[in-house]
């Protein structure tokens, strides 16, 4: 099992900068990616960033350029750097880990954080 636990968000003015910080215990090594996905009001959840154990990383198109993550594999730490927010970033933020044992995949997912950008 992989526990998740999130910290940073907040309200920000549009064309600020919020830190979102995921510290994962339990399996750690056995975590293939993590990366954070969001949730806006009325729609579905979304892809914002995820990164491999290789260090891999993939962005949404709507935060390249933007945002940055980063992993420490070590210490089960994931950092998801969020500049030049927009008023359309507003969200729940989720961190999300992912393993693989027999052939299965098992997603992971923390409580979610609230980040609100105002115009």
């Known amino acids: 099992q992989v526990q998740l636990v999130e910290s940073g968000g907040g309200l920000v003015q549009a064309g600020g900068s919020l830190r979102l910080s995921c510290a994962a215990s339990?399996?750690?090594?056995?975590?293939?990616?993590m990366g954070w996905y969001r949730q806006a009001p009325g729609k579905q959840r979304e892809l914002v960033a995820t990164v491999t154990n290789s260090g891999s990383t993939n962005y949404a198109d709507s935060v390249k350029g933007r945002f940055t993550i980063s992993r420490d594999n070590a210490k089960g730490l994931v950092n998801l750097e969020m500049n030049s927010l927009k008023p359309e970033d507003t969200a729940v933020y989720y961190c999300?880990?992912?393993?693989?044992?027999?052939?299965?995949?098992?997603?992971?997912w923390g409580q979610g954080t609230q980040v609100t950008v105002s115009s």
């Open positions: 999300n880990a992912n393993r693989v044992r027999g052939g299965t995949r098992y997603d992971y």
């Open positions: 339990g399996f750690i090594f056995s975590i293939n990616a």
